[in-house]
């Protein structure tokens, strides 16, 4: 089927049937959505993945814990994996990235000479936030700077990258601009060092195909909020199965003990396999309800995910243009993932635009330093990303997002 169409404006080429996608998304049915990068749409199926968990709850009690709850981390983790290539067991869901940071983090050494730990001034604060306490017991941190406030160039990072670097936990793609590392360039040079790379994939799995085993990375984590579209309290962990044995986090508990219902008393005794990075009983719910996203991402495909994408961003980066607006994400769309950023004049008002747009019906968001962000995601229609550029220009022209003036919005 064609994509839909707005009069006189360019067709983009038939591709992809976002109209079959976004039936699944109820929020759709009012909403112009182009908000994915913060928190994608929730698919229709979570009412019965909550459901289920509700009746196992009401019905099965306490042996819902051996039906599916106490194993839900690593079930749901082979689910999420499909996904990322990874092999069968080697992924764990933990409830965000802050807190998987710090569980790789506790499982370091930093008192040798292997000290450092190397990463962009556009890693997501949350990840600084995590390794800069553990500057305490002996972790150098080296941050590599932005030229523009847009990316890093490749040959910055693998420069800072050398034998004294323990681990690089790095944003796969900037959430500011939604520009994307070579991973690949990352991985080899750390493999060439000795050094680990933990790669935060927050803001491109679901939406840039990627390949764990294909590309030899050591670590993955990210959440499910957005591209994912399973919602909050979903993190993912996935450890190369070579490297498992190697860590023991001291960020740890009951889940990752080799025999957690013997309650042996004294010290940690490592499970064998990927539960030895797990810690307390997991977060049933959120759990189930991503398994939602995971299954629609997976039906639709990340490969034709990812074409409609470039696609739509392309073609929106054009309209833009066209109509006086500087995006300042990359143009490259190797260099790209889902998102594009609008830059604003200084006398505009960010938060005042969001609501402004919000009271047309059309969700975006904004970030200091950055702009609006703006992302289609396989649900979306180009007619959408139209009615964004027409809005954005009328509220320009007009300057009638001065009426939110007062906007405090914060999402
Ligand atoms: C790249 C990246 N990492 C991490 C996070 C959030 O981390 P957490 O799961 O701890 O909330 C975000 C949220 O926007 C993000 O974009």
């Given amino acids: 089927m064609n994509q839909p169409t707005t009069a006189g404006r360019t067709p983009t ?33 979570v009412y019965e993945k909550l459901k289920l968990f509700t009746d196992q709850w009401a019905t099965r009690g306490v042996r819902a814990w051996a039906e599916g709850w106490w194993d839900a981390p690593i079930a749901v983790g082979n689910l999420l994996g499909r996904i990322l ?23 370091l050494d930093f008192t040798g000479e292997r000290n450092k730990v190397v990463y962009t001034d556009q890693n997501f604060p949350t990840n600084m936030y995590v390794w800069e306490g553990f500057k305490k017991l002996g972790a150098k941190i ?14 910055a990072i693998v420069a800072a990258i050398d034998e004294q670097t323990l ?14 590392q070579d991973a690949a360039a990352i991985c080899k040079r750390a493999k060439e060092v000795g050094a680990w790379v933990l790669l935060d ?10 390949d764990v085993q ?51 008393l004294g010290a940690q005794r490592y499970a064998s396999d990927a ?47 066209s109509k006086g607006f500087r995006v300042t994400s990359p143009t490259n769309v190797a260099q790209r993932a889902g998102t594009l950023t609008v830059a604003l004049a200084p006398e505009e008002h960010g938060p005042a635009f ?39 220009t009328e509220l320009r022209t007009t300057k009638k997002w001065q009426d939110f003036a007062k906007t405090k919005k914060s999402y």
């Fill in 13 to 45: 080429a038939p591709l992809h049937d976002a109209a079959r996608w976004r039936k699944r998304f109820p929020i759709l049915a009012n909403t112009n959505y182009l908000v994915t990068h913060s928190l994608g749409a929730m698919p229709d199926t």
């Fill in 85 to 107: 290539n990874a092999p069968p067991n080697s992924v764990v869901m933990h409830q965000n990235v802050s807190v998987i940071q710090g569980l790789v983090a506790s499982a």
């Fill in 142 to 155: 080296h941050v590599v700077k932005s030229p523009d406030g847009i990316g890093v160039p490749t040959e």
């Fill in 167 to 180: 681990i690089v936990p790095i944003s796969h793609v900037f959430f500011r601009t939604s520009f994307m």
């Fill in 201 to 210: 994939t927050y803001q491109s799995l679901g939406c840039v195909p990627i």
């Fill in 214 to 264: 294909a590309l030899d990375v050591d670590m993955v984590c990210g959440g499910s909020v957005k591209w994912l579209c399973g919602g909050p309290g979903a993190g993912y962990l996935y450890v190369k199965p070579s490297l498992q044995p190697k860590l023991e986090p001291k960020i740890t508990g009951w889940a990752a003990h080799a025999a957690p219902f013997a309650f042996e």
């Fill in 275 to 321: 539960r030895r990075l797990l810690h307390g009983s997991p977060a049933v719910p959120s759990l189930y309800a991503a398994s939602a996203g995971y299954e629609i991402v997976q039906e639709c495909g990340v490969e034709a995910i990812r074409a409609h994408s470039t696609k739509l961003t392309e073609w929106l980066r054009g309209e833009l243009g």
């Fill in 354 to 392: 969001v609501g402004a747009l919000e009271a047309r019906g059309i969700l975006v968001d904004h970030r200091p330093e950055a702009g609006l962000r703006v992302s289609p995601h396989f649900y979306t229609q180009q007619e959408e990303l139209a009615a964004f550029a027409d809005a954005l």
